[in-house]
């Protein structure tokens, strides 16, 4: 999963300069072009690095771990998002991203399994930095209520956790030409999700009866397209 942040930094630093040069090229023989917004439809896939506290204590207390979990885990992120202009300047987005990740550690129970995975609908407010026609960036703030579930299993548990929260999140994205209407996306955004203490229909919530939490910051990278309308 490392590899995967590091491959997908490299190719947004990659296209990014590609569009600086297309960019340049167009100001020198037409001048600076400023578009009208439209209408989008964005898709991609993305890495993040996530930390949830109260997991990582769950998890390095259970007693069968060999090694103890470090703060951040990575995970994948499905993403999708609608934007509709709302003036010149402001685009409202609405998104839906599916996190999933797990803490892979050694334990001395064979088959042993710690996950969580989220969906994340988000509503977020995009102010346009810069919008050259082949390329436009902007940075933005967003409001969600997202929901989460928490898995655990070794020895003879097995359950399953549930929860749902408010959550804020900073969001910026660039996207660059590939044809009039079709473009490279590049996003990158921080979260901070208050799903809160999780509930069971299982009663054995070991160690300790102590109820878990899916409260967390996480901070990641995407690549994907975005189809203008």
């Not at 340049?24 to 993305?46: D, F, H, N, W, Y």
């Not at 993403?79 to 599916?98: N, T």
Request: aromatic share 14%; charged share 15%.
């Amino acid at each position: 999963m490392m590899r995967g942040c590091f491959l997908v930094v490299a190719i947004a630093v990659t296209g990014m300069q590609v569009a600086s040069a297309q960019g340049l090229s167009a100001t020198k023989q037409t001048g600076p072009v400023q578009t009208e917004p439209r209408m989008g439809i964005s898709a991609a896939l993305g890495v993040c690095y996530v930390s949830a506290t109260d997991l990582v204590d769950r998890v390095n207390g259970t007693m069968i771990t060999t090694e103890r979990v470090s703060g951040f885990t990575a995970g994948g992120e499905f993403y999708g998002a609608f934007s509709v202009p709302a003036s010149r300047d402001w685009i409202l987005k609405l998104e839906y991203a599916y996190l999933i990740a797990s803490y892979n550690v050694p334990t001395i129970s064979p088959g042993s399994q710690f996950s969580f995975w989220l969906h994340m609908p988000t509503l977020v407010g995009q102010y346009v930095l810069i919008d050259r026609g082949i390329y436009n960036v902007k940075g933005g703030f967003g409001l969600g209520y997202h929901f989460g579930s928490y898995q655990e299993r070794y020895g003879t548990l097995d359950a399953t956790f549930t929860g749902s929260g408010p959550a804020i999140k900073l969001d910026f994205e660039a996207n660059t030409a590939f044809g009039e209407d079709f473009y490279m996306y590049i996003g990158a955004d921080f979260r901070f999700d208050f799903v809160g203490a999780l509930t069971s229909e299982n009663t054995q919530i070991a160690p300790g009866g102590v109820v878990p939490t899916l409260n967390f910051f996480s901070a990641g990278a995407k690549l994907g397209f975005t189809f203008y309308l």
